[in-house]
């Protein structure tokens, strides 16, 4: 595949300003092709705007597969900072339409040959310390080999997240 990558590093040490993006175009990795990941990022304020997208078509903003982006508070100073990550304010949304789930495969090493496809959104707001999450995922023809067992599993459902709990139906 190809990467393009571009940053900006300015402000001060304390309240440092970064902006960065990067796409990668045929991706594949261990022999899964991922497409073309499209990311961009901006921190100022204490503050991190991001996005990340995935998707099987070049620069197609509404023809993603899977899309997470918000805001995630945090303290990326060039000095000594107590706790980076405990600020409040967490915005985060994810959202897979169609998502082929053998994208992440190689990522997971307790789980091969995984297949099917994941729908739906999740809204993600808190901290990173204590994170709340609403909204939900449905999996469509899950299968996949959990090499502990050699045993091959099929799943299909619904994934729905309230808060700090997590259900299946």
């Known amino acids: 595949g190809t990467v393009n990558a571009t940053g900006v590093v ?3 040490m ?92 190689p990522f997971i090493e307790q789980l091969d040959e995984m297949e099917g496809t994941m729908e739906g959104s999740v809204h993600c707001t808190g901290s990173l310390e204590s994170p709340l999450f609403d909204g939900g995922m449905e999996l469509r023809n899950i299968n996949f080999l959990f090499p502990m067992n050699n045993m091959k599993y099929q799943v299909t459902g619904k994934i729905d997240f309230q808060g700090n709990k997590v259900s299946f139906t």
């Open 14 to 105: 304390q309240d440092p300003i970064f902006t960065c993006g990067l796409g990668v175009s045929d991706f594949a990795y261990r022999g899964t092709e991922f497409g073309f990941v499209n990311s961009s990022m901006h921190y100022e304020n204490k503050i991190t705007d991001c996005t990340v997208q995935l998707s099987k078509a070049p620069e197609s903003r509404d023809n993603f597969e899977l899309l997470c982006s918000g805001s995630i508070p945090m303290n990326l100073a060039f000095a000594s900072v107590d706790n980076r990550f405990s600020l409040a304010g967490l915005d985060m949304v994810l959202k897979a339409h169609n998502f082929d789930i053998s994208v992440v495969d």
């Open 10 to 12: 300015k402000g001060t």
